[in-house]
T-cell receptor, first 114, second 115 residues
Framework: DGGITQSPKYLFRKEGQNVTLSCEQN?????MYWYRQDPGQGLRLIYY???????QKGDIAEGYSVSREKKESFPLTVTSAQKNPTAFYLC?????????????FGEGSRLTVL | SQKIEQNSEALNIQEGKTATLTCNYT??????LQWYRQDPGRGPVFLLL?????KEKRKERLKVTFDTTLKQSLFHITASQPADSATYLC??????????????FGAGTQVVVTP
C-alpha cells in the first residue's frame, strides 16, 4: 500500500538533546512538508521541500532542520535551540508543489520534552 | 496578518441532522480551499477541494460552499452519523507562486454526533 510512514509514534526527549523524526513516502511525490500541531491551534508549517535536494523554511523554522537527499525521505531534526518542542508533528506529501491537490499525511509523531 | 478562523466550540448534533461548519479568513486571497477530517492522535485525511471560481462542491453526504466576497466557506455533513464524529480542518492555498503550494490551516472544529 502506498502512503507516508512516520516514526517513532511517541518520543521522549530530555532538554538539550537533539532528536530526529523520520518521514518516508512511497507515493513518488515531489513535494513534502512538516507541520507542527498544538492544542487549539492550526497546523503550522515548519519546512517544506518542492523537490529532492531542495527545501525552504516555513512559518516556524527556528530550532528545526531538515534534509531531502532522497525523493522518498524528509527527516526533521528538532534541535536544542527549539524553545518549546513538545507537540504533535505531522509529515505530509503532495504529487507536486504547484497544484491544488490533496496533502497525504502520516500518522504523526508525538514529541514530549521531559 | 493572515488569519483563518473556525469555531473553537465543539458542535454537538443528533444523528440524522445536518452539521454545518464555518471557515472564515481575513487578509488572504485564496486560490483554493480544502477540508480535512482528523481523528484523535491521527493525521488529517483529505475530504474536499473547492477552487475560488467555484461556488459549491459535493461528495456523497458532504457539501462545501465558497464565498470569496464574504471570505467564508461552509462545510455541511448531511444525515450525520456517529462515525462522522471527528475534528474538521479547513485549509487555504494562496494565489502567488510561492503560497500556492503552502496550505494554511485553521485550528479545526470538533463534531460530536450522538445516536
Amino acid at each position: 500500500d502506498g502512503g507516508i510512514t512516520q516514526s517513532p509514534k511517541y518520543l521522549f526527549r530530555k532538554e538539550g538533546q537533539n532528536v530526529t523524526l523520520s518521514c518516508e513516502q512511497n507515493l513518488n511525490h515531489d513535494a513534502m512538508y512538516w507541520y507542527r500541531q498544538d492544542p487549539g491551534q492550526g497546523l503550522r508549517l515548519i519546512y517544506y521541500s518542492q523537490i529532492v535536494n531542495d527545501f525552504q523554511k516555513g512559518d516556524i523554522a527556528e530550532g528545526y532542520s531538515v534534509s531531502r537527499e532522497k525523493k522518498e525521505s524528509f527527516p526533521l531534526t528538532v534541535t536544542s535551540a527549539q524553545k518549546n518542542p513538545t507537540a504533535f508533528y505531522l509529515c505530509a506529501s503532495r504529487r507536486t508543489f504547484r497544484e491544488s491537490g490533496e496533502l497525504f499525511f502520516g500518522e504523526g509523531s508525538r514529541l514530549t520534552v521531559l | 496578518s493572515q488569519k483563518i478562523e473556525q469555531n473553537s466550540e465543539a458542535l454537538n448534533i443528533q444523528e440524522g441532522k445536518t452539521a454545518t461548519l464555518t471557515c472564515n479568513y481575513t487578509n488572504y486571497s485564496p486560490a483554493y480551499l480544502q477540508w480535512y477530517r482528523q481523528d484523535p492522535g491521527r493525521g488529517p485525511v483529505f475530504l474536499l477541494l473547492i477552487r475560488e471560481n467555484e461556488k459549491e462542491k459535493r461528495k456523497e453526504r458532504l457539501k462545501v460552499t465558497f464565498d470569496t466576497t464574504l471570505k467564508q466557506s461552509l462545510f455541511h455533513i448531511t444525515a450525520s452519523q456517529p462515525a462522522d464524529s471527528a475534528t474538521y480542518l479547513c485549509a487555504l492555498g494562496g494565489m502567488t507562486t510561492d503560497s500556492w503550494g503552502k496550505l494554511q490551516f485553521g485550528a479545526g472544529t470538533q463534531v460530536v454526533v450522538t445516536p
